[in-house]
């Protein structure tokens, strides 16, 4: 069964750090392009941060740029968002994703997480 679960989210005060997880099972995460999306109440889900699998290069928004970190463990075959220096505009709902078919960050077809809530507030 293909699945990724998601681990890590929180509350958190302003400027504090989170570490959020993906595992996967029923496939290897290596041989994937993982994307981490957040949804904010009343907005919409928006791509914050990918590695593609062609050259593992790293993607971030602006708004994430400096303060988030993703990257991959394959021997536990998981994907990280570290995230650092947190605000308050970072409080969403967090989700990781495996683009299915491509090797680049495009999450047309994909392996979605659960979720994990993330509240950044003092």
């Known amino acids: 069964q293909v699945q990724l679960v998601q681990s890590g989210g929180g509350l958190v005060q302003p400027g504090g750090s989170l570490r959020l997880s993906c595992a996967a099972s029923g496939f290897t995460l290596d041989y994937y392009a993982i994307g981490w999306f957040r949804q904010a109440p009343g907005k919409e889900r928006e791509e914050i941060s990918c590695i593609s699998r062609s050259d593992d290069s790293t993607y971030y928004t602006d708004s994430v740029k400096g303060r988030f970190t993703i990257s991959r463990d394959n021997a536990k075959n998981t994907v990280y968002l570290q995230m650092n220096n947190l605000k308050p505009e970072d409080t969403a709902v967090y989700y990781c994703?495996?683009?299915?078919?491509?090797?680049?960050?495009?999450?047309?077809?994909?392996?979605w997480g659960q979720g994990t809530l993330v509240t950044v507030s003092s």
């Open positions: 994703a495996a683009a299915v078919g491509v090797l680049s960050c495009s999450f047309v077809k994909a392996y």
